[in-house]
């Protein structure tokens, strides 16, 4: 039994433009990473493409065919004001994504291996059920926990986010879902304007933790145990979703707030426990946001370290 990563090559064909902070390079720091010493039980496997019956579980149908119908050969699709942009290997990337992330639960629900990270991009936590937007085309990690849900017949899965910005679309297509659970930590205010304290869902299933500008290790621990853990202890999820940015890393030129690479083991240690308590362990790992090649690097190792040493 081991942690499984999920990656492929297509991944790094999303190309949405020179200066775009969503980059290949992005991919390559983190499979460097996760290539290095320590990292040798690590079972790696190529990510399939997701299918649209996967995509239809979050995303609306109109959106969906807007997306497959007019996605590139040459040159770029522009979805979301610039932010967004597809390029020729974009449609491949996402479905990859998805791919990934399906079969993570899968392979975890069969008890293949103990938990799973996809490296792949690019993100997805922003796209909401009829739009694209924040880089992010499909939620891969929505698109997980609903796939749970339906595949493996869950009534209780929850998604927890430590990206800096909020996922708003991982928020819109849980809001009416109680037996969809969603946590948020993040900067505000800042990108994209969602993630109130009182945005709190059908059924308390929404808890966000807006963080101020500067926020430190001390601050982000203490408020996240008093707020977001023990929401999700008291949901106690059947399955649980962990959307992975590591754009909250004090290095990260796009955002501010003052996280240090031990954070995210702290963070990744906390719930897997709950995890454990809960679920029997089963966690797939998504790869969100990080824009600082090193604290991208460096806070995905630490993060799947500690999944690593659940395994």
Not at 146 to 170: K, P
Request: aromatic residues 8%.
């Amino acid at each position: 039994m081991t942690t499984r990563i999920y990656t492929h090559a297509a991944c790094m064909e999303h190309k949405p433009g020179p200066g775009h902070p969503e980059s290949p390079e992005r991919l390559r720091a983190v499979l460097a990473a996760l290539k290095a010493p320590g990292f040798e039980a690590l079972q790696w496997q190529d990510a399939p493409l997701g299918t649209r019956d996967q995509v239809a579980l979050i995303h609306d149908a109109d959106f969906i065919d807007q997306i497959m119908d007019n996605a590139p050969s040459r040159g770029y699709l522009v979805l979301d004001g610039g932010d967004t942009v597809m390029s020729p290997g974009s449609l491949e990337a996402v479905m990859r994504c998805v791919g990934a992330a399906c079969a993570g639960v899968d392979a975890v629900m069969a008890g293949e291996v103990d938990n799973v990270f996809c490296a792949t991009r690019p993100c997805g936590h922003h796209a909401e059920p009829d739009r694209a937007m924040g880089f992010c085309v499909f939620n891969q990690a929505a698109i997980a926990a609903a796939y749970a849900a339906e595949r493996h017949g869950l009534t209780r899965v929850a998604v927890v986010d430590f990206d800096v910005h909020h996922g708003n679309g991982t928020q819109a297509a849980f809001y009416n879902k109680p037996g969809m659970f969603y946590a948020s930590s993040h900067q505000s205010p800042f990108y994209p304007g969602t993630g109130s304290r009182n945005e709190t869902g059908v059924d308390h299933n929404i808890v966000n933790l807006p963080l101020a500008r500067g926020c430190d290790s001390a601050q982000f621990r203490a408020r996240s145990e008093a707020e977001i853990l023990p929401a999700l202890r008291d949901f106690a999820p059947e399955f649980l979703i962990i959307s992975a940015g590591f754009d909250a890393h004090h290095l990260d030129p796009l955002a501010s707030l003052e996280l240090q690479d031990d954070d995210f083991r702290w963070i990744t240690d906390e719930l897997m426990r709950i995890a454990d308590a809960t679920c029997k362990g089963r966690v797939v790992s998504v790869l969100e946001g990080g824009y600082s090649m090193e604290g991208l690097a460096n806070g995905t190792a630490a993060h799947v370290r500690r999944l690593m040493a659940a395994a």
